[in-house]
Protein backbone atom coordinates (compact mmCIF):
# COMPACT_ATOMS: atom_id res chain seq x y z
CA UNK A 1 0.00 0.00 0.00
CA UNK A 2 2.98 2.54 0.98
CA UNK A 3 4.30 1.72 -2.62
CA UNK A 4 1.37 2.22 -4.54
CA UNK A 5 0.43 5.45 -2.63
CA UNK A 6 3.88 6.51 -3.03
CA UNK A 7 3.33 5.65 -7.20
CA UNK A 8 0.19 7.74 -6.75
CA UNK A 9 1.42 11.32 -5.25
CA UNK A 10 4.09 10.74 -7.92
CA UNK A 11 1.36 11.09 -10.62
CA UNK A 12 -0.49 13.85 -9.20
CA UNK A 13 2.75 16.16 -8.26
CA UNK A 14 1.76 19.53 -8.67
CA UNK A 15 5.20 20.63 -10.42
CA UNK A 16 4.10 18.03 -13.43
CA UNK A 17 1.31 19.84 -13.81
CA UNK A 18 2.54 23.28 -13.86
CA UNK A 19 5.11 22.21 -16.38
CA UNK A 20 2.50 20.43 -19.18
CA UNK A 21 0.44 23.72 -18.46
CA UNK A 22 3.65 26.18 -19.05
CA UNK A 23 4.46 23.59 -22.45
CA UNK A 24 0.63 23.81 -23.45
CA UNK A 25 1.16 27.28 -23.07
CA UNK A 26 4.46 28.17 -24.60
CA UNK A 27 2.63 26.09 -27.76
CA UNK A 28 -0.71 28.12 -27.97
CA UNK A 29 1.92 31.42 -28.07
CA UNK A 30 4.52 30.30 -30.88
CA UNK A 31 0.97 29.19 -32.44
CA UNK A 32 -0.62 32.50 -31.99
CA UNK A 33 2.65 34.10 -32.85
CA UNK A 34 2.52 32.12 -36.16
CA UNK A 35 -0.84 33.22 -37.06
CA UNK A 36 -0.52 36.65 -36.18
CA UNK A 37 2.82 37.32 -38.28
CA UNK A 38 1.70 38.51 -41.71
CA UNK A 39 1.69 35.80 -44.45
CA UNK A 40 4.95 36.98 -47.05
CA UNK A 41 3.98 37.18 -50.87
CA UNK A 42 5.61 36.95 -53.77
CA UNK A 43 6.75 40.20 -55.43
CA UNK A 44 4.38 40.37 -58.76
CA UNK A 45 5.62 41.76 -61.61
CA UNK A 46 4.03 45.41 -62.47
CA UNK A 47 1.86 44.76 -65.76
CA UNK A 48 3.43 47.00 -68.45
CA UNK A 49 1.42 50.22 -69.73
CA UNK A 50 -0.38 49.14 -73.16
CA UNK A 51 -1.43 52.25 -75.56
CA UNK A 52 -4.02 51.02 -77.92
CA UNK A 53 -3.71 54.31 -79.90
CA UNK A 54 -0.17 53.44 -80.81
CA UNK A 55 -0.47 50.68 -83.39
CA UNK A 56 -3.86 52.48 -84.34
CA UNK A 57 -1.13 55.32 -85.44
CA UNK A 58 1.16 53.17 -86.70
CA UNK A 59 -1.55 51.87 -89.03
CA UNK A 60 -3.25 55.28 -90.39
CA UNK A 61 0.40 56.04 -90.91
CA UNK A 62 1.49 52.62 -92.83
CA UNK A 63 -1.87 53.60 -95.24
CA UNK A 64 -1.60 57.24 -95.22
CA UNK A 65 2.08 56.37 -96.65
CA UNK A 66 0.77 53.27 -98.92
CA UNK A 67 -2.20 56.39 -100.33
CA UNK A 68 1.10 58.54 -100.86
CA UNK A 69 3.21 55.67 -102.73
CA UNK A 70 0.13 55.05 -105.13
CA UNK A 71 1.04 56.21 -108.39
CA UNK A 72 -1.52 58.18 -110.41
CA UNK A 73 -1.84 58.46 -113.78
CA UNK A 74 -0.15 61.71 -114.30
CA UNK A 75 2.56 60.26 -112.91
CA UNK A 76 2.87 57.55 -115.07
CA UNK A 77 2.20 59.93 -117.98
CA UNK A 78 4.43 62.40 -116.99
CA UNK A 79 7.17 59.99 -117.03
CA UNK A 80 6.72 58.54 -120.25
CA UNK A 81 7.41 59.91 -123.41
CA UNK A 82 4.50 60.55 -125.58
CA UNK A 83 3.41 58.46 -128.18
CA UNK A 84 1.05 59.31 -131.29
CA UNK A 85 -1.75 56.77 -131.26
CA UNK A 86 -2.37 54.43 -134.18
CA UNK A 87 -5.67 52.73 -135.19
CA UNK A 88 -4.34 49.18 -132.99
CA UNK A 89 -4.87 51.84 -129.58
CA UNK A 90 -8.29 52.55 -130.36
CA UNK A 91 -8.98 48.79 -131.71
CA UNK A 92 -6.97 47.24 -127.79
CA UNK A 93 -9.36 49.92 -126.09
CA UNK A 94 -12.40 48.57 -127.27
CA UNK A 95 -11.79 44.58 -127.14
CA UNK A 96 -10.68 45.42 -123.17
CA UNK A 97 -13.50 47.20 -122.28
CA UNK A 98 -16.03 44.67 -124.53
CA UNK A 99 -14.08 41.50 -123.52
CA UNK A 100 -15.54 40.60 -120.52
CA UNK A 101 -19.17 40.97 -121.38
CA UNK A 102 -19.42 40.34 -124.98
CA UNK A 103 -18.44 36.55 -126.32
CA UNK A 104 -15.85 36.44 -129.43
CA UNK A 105 -18.29 36.83 -132.45
CA UNK A 106 -20.28 39.91 -130.63
CA UNK A 107 -16.36 41.57 -130.34
CA UNK A 108 -15.23 40.74 -133.94
CA UNK A 109 -17.87 42.95 -135.08
CA UNK A 110 -16.64 45.77 -133.24
CA UNK A 111 -13.07 45.79 -135.17
CA UNK A 112 -12.19 47.93 -137.70
CA UNK A 113 -10.14 46.96 -140.88
CA UNK A 114 -6.95 49.37 -141.46
CA UNK A 115 -8.62 50.51 -144.55
CA UNK A 116 -11.69 52.49 -141.68
CA UNK A 117 -8.79 54.76 -140.06
CA UNK A 118 -7.30 58.34 -141.94
CA UNK A 119 -3.64 58.71 -141.37
CA UNK A 120 -2.76 59.31 -137.77
CA UNK A 121 -1.09 62.72 -136.24
CA UNK A 122 2.51 61.87 -135.57
CA UNK A 123 2.41 64.60 -133.19
CA UNK A 124 4.40 66.78 -135.71
CA UNK A 125 1.00 68.64 -137.35
CA UNK A 126 -0.65 71.35 -136.14
CA UNK A 127 -4.31 70.81 -136.29
CA UNK A 128 -4.93 72.62 -139.62
CA UNK A 129 -1.97 71.07 -141.10
CA UNK A 130 -3.68 67.52 -140.05
CA UNK A 131 -6.64 68.39 -141.63
CA UNK A 132 -5.53 69.80 -144.43
CA UNK A 133 -3.27 66.49 -144.83
CA UNK A 134 -6.74 64.08 -144.27
CA UNK A 135 -9.06 65.82 -146.40
CA UNK A 136 -7.30 67.20 -149.48
CA UNK A 137 -10.75 67.67 -151.35
CA UNK A 138 -12.54 69.60 -148.53
CA UNK A 139 -13.37 72.72 -150.51
CA UNK A 140 -15.41 69.97 -152.92
CA UNK A 141 -17.17 68.38 -149.74
CA UNK A 142 -17.90 71.57 -148.47
CA UNK A 143 -19.39 72.95 -151.96
CA UNK A 144 -21.53 69.62 -152.01
CA UNK A 145 -23.16 69.53 -148.19
CA UNK A 146 -26.51 70.72 -148.50
CA UNK A 147 -27.94 69.15 -146.10
CA UNK A 148 -29.21 70.26 -142.16
CA UNK A 149 -29.26 68.19 -139.47
CA UNK A 150 -25.47 67.26 -140.39
CA UNK A 151 -21.92 67.53 -140.75
CA UNK A 152 -19.51 66.76 -142.95
CA UNK A 153 -16.88 66.61 -140.43
CA UNK A 154 -17.10 65.84 -136.87
CA UNK A 155 -14.38 66.20 -133.90
CA UNK A 156 -14.76 65.04 -130.43
CA UNK A 157 -12.58 66.19 -127.76
CA UNK A 158 -12.88 65.73 -123.54
CA UNK A 159 -13.80 69.59 -122.72
CA UNK A 160 -16.14 72.39 -123.93
CA UNK A 161 -12.48 74.73 -123.33
CA UNK A 162 -10.44 72.55 -125.76
CA UNK A 163 -13.34 72.46 -128.05
CA UNK A 164 -13.02 76.51 -128.63
CA UNK A 165 -9.07 76.04 -128.78
CA UNK A 166 -9.77 73.59 -131.71
CA UNK A 167 -11.95 75.72 -133.35
CA UNK A 168 -9.65 78.84 -133.00
CA UNK A 169 -7.05 76.40 -134.79
CA UNK A 170 -8.65 75.13 -137.51
CA UNK A 171 -9.20 78.35 -138.98
CA UNK A 172 -6.21 77.95 -141.98
CA UNK A 173 -8.23 75.24 -142.89
CA UNK A 174 -12.02 75.90 -142.54
CA UNK A 175 -12.06 79.06 -144.58
CA UNK A 176 -15.87 79.97 -144.76
CA UNK A 177 -17.21 77.06 -143.66
CA UNK A 178 -20.06 76.74 -140.45
CA UNK A 179 -18.14 75.28 -137.39
CA UNK A 180 -21.58 74.53 -134.67
CA UNK A 181 -20.16 73.90 -131.18
CA UNK A 182 -21.52 70.81 -129.75
CA UNK A 183 -21.29 70.62 -125.89
CA UNK A 184 -22.76 71.53 -123.17
CA UNK A 185 -21.17 74.33 -120.98
CA UNK A 186 -23.56 77.69 -121.27
CA UNK A 187 -25.14 75.97 -124.33
CA UNK A 188 -28.87 74.14 -124.24
CA UNK A 189 -29.53 71.36 -126.30
CA UNK A 190 -32.62 72.95 -127.26
CA UNK A 191 -30.73 75.79 -128.95
CA UNK A 192 -28.22 73.61 -130.67
CA UNK A 193 -31.24 71.69 -131.78
CA UNK A 194 -33.13 74.28 -133.27
CA UNK A 195 -29.66 75.46 -134.76
CA UNK A 196 -29.19 72.05 -136.45
CA UNK A 197 -33.03 71.87 -137.73
CA UNK A 198 -32.93 75.41 -139.23
CA UNK A 199 -28.97 75.82 -140.23
CA UNK A 200 -26.38 74.04 -142.11
CA UNK A 201 -23.06 73.81 -140.68
CA UNK A 202 -19.85 71.63 -142.65
CA UNK A 203 -18.12 70.96 -138.82
CA UNK A 204 -19.03 70.03 -135.32
CA UNK A 205 -16.45 70.14 -132.71
CA UNK A 206 -17.42 69.06 -129.18
CA UNK A 207 -18.02 66.62 -126.51
CA UNK A 208 -18.89 63.05 -127.19
CA UNK A 209 -21.75 63.10 -123.90
CA UNK A 210 -23.35 66.04 -125.82
CA UNK A 211 -22.99 64.60 -129.54
CA UNK A 212 -24.42 61.02 -128.21
CA UNK A 213 -27.85 62.56 -127.26
CA UNK A 214 -28.14 64.75 -130.32
CA UNK A 215 -27.61 62.08 -132.27
CA UNK A 216 -30.54 59.28 -129.57
CA UNK A 217 -33.09 62.23 -129.92
CA UNK A 218 -32.14 62.98 -134.15
CA UNK A 219 -31.11 66.15 -133.62
CA UNK A 220 -28.20 65.07 -135.20
CA UNK A 221 -27.69 62.80 -138.27
CA UNK A 222 -24.66 60.99 -139.26
CA UNK A 223 -25.29 59.73 -142.65
CA UNK A 224 -23.86 62.70 -144.49
CA UNK A 225 -20.59 62.78 -142.09
CA UNK A 226 -17.89 61.86 -143.95
CA UNK A 227 -14.99 62.34 -141.24
CA UNK A 228 -14.88 61.79 -137.46
CA UNK A 229 -11.51 63.25 -135.48
CA UNK A 230 -10.82 62.19 -132.08
CA UNK A 231 -8.31 64.69 -130.49
CA UNK A 232 -6.86 61.78 -128.85
CA UNK A 233 -3.38 62.42 -128.27
CA UNK A 234 -3.77 66.02 -126.51
CA UNK A 235 -3.46 66.16 -122.82
CA UNK A 236 -5.24 68.44 -120.43
CA UNK A 237 -3.05 69.98 -117.00
CA UNK A 238 -3.34 66.99 -115.49
CA UNK A 239 -1.28 65.02 -118.85
CA UNK A 240 -4.65 62.97 -119.29
CA UNK A 241 -5.60 62.31 -122.35
CA UNK A 242 -9.36 61.50 -123.90
CA UNK A 243 -9.07 58.22 -122.99
CA UNK A 244 -7.92 58.81 -119.76
CA UNK A 245 -10.93 60.06 -118.52
CA UNK A 246 -13.38 57.46 -117.28
CA UNK A 247 -16.35 59.42 -118.24
CA UNK A 248 -15.03 60.90 -121.48
CA UNK A 249 -13.82 57.40 -122.25
CA UNK A 250 -17.03 55.45 -121.65
CA UNK A 251 -19.37 57.89 -123.99
CA UNK A 252 -16.92 57.99 -126.64
CA UNK A 253 -17.32 53.79 -126.54
CA UNK A 254 -20.99 54.35 -126.29
CA UNK A 255 -21.28 56.54 -129.20
CA UNK A 256 -18.99 54.28 -131.63
CA UNK A 257 -20.69 51.16 -130.31
CA UNK A 258 -24.21 52.57 -131.20
CA UNK A 259 -23.57 55.14 -134.77
CA UNK A 260 -20.28 55.54 -135.69
CA UNK A 261 -18.68 51.68 -136.25
CA UNK A 262 -21.20 50.49 -138.19
CA UNK A 263 -20.61 53.56 -140.21
CA UNK A 264 -17.07 53.00 -140.55
CA UNK A 265 -17.84 49.33 -141.59
CA UNK A 266 -19.77 50.28 -144.40
CA UNK A 267 -17.40 52.98 -145.72
CA UNK A 268 -18.84 56.20 -145.36
CA UNK A 269 -16.93 57.25 -142.32
CA UNK A 270 -12.91 57.21 -141.66
CA UNK A 271 -11.83 57.59 -138.46
CA UNK A 272 -8.55 60.37 -137.58
CA UNK A 273 -6.85 59.98 -134.48
CA UNK A 274 -5.19 63.51 -134.02
Not at 176 to 193: G, N, S, T
Amino acid sequence: KARASHSICQIKDPSDDEAIEKASENRTATHQDSDSKPAVKKKRKQPTECFLSQPEEKQESAVKAKRRKKKKISDVLQKSAPKPGVPADLQNLLSQHFGENRSVIEIEELKLSDSCFLPANDLTHSFSSYLKEICPKWVKLRRSHKEKKSVVMLVLCSSALRSLELIKSMTAFKGDCRVIKLFAKHIKIKEQMNMLEKGMFHIGVGTPGRVKTLVEQDALCLNSTKYMILDWNWRDQKLRRMMDIPEIKKETINLLEKSIIKLCRDGSVKLGLF
